[in-house]
């Protein structure tokens, strides 16, 4: 979803960084959300 977002701003290898930078931070605010609730 926030790899479609990015593909027009930046190169592939950025793209890929940032998408897979974006999985672990759903992940932690997945974990984090679950903690606070």
Known sequence: MFCYIYLRQ???TMLQML???NVY???IWQIF???KS
């Open 25 to 27: 931070v759903l992940a």
């Open 19 to 21: 998408c897979s930078i």
């Open 10 to 12: 930046f190169d592939v």
């Open 33 to 35: 959300v679950l903690i």
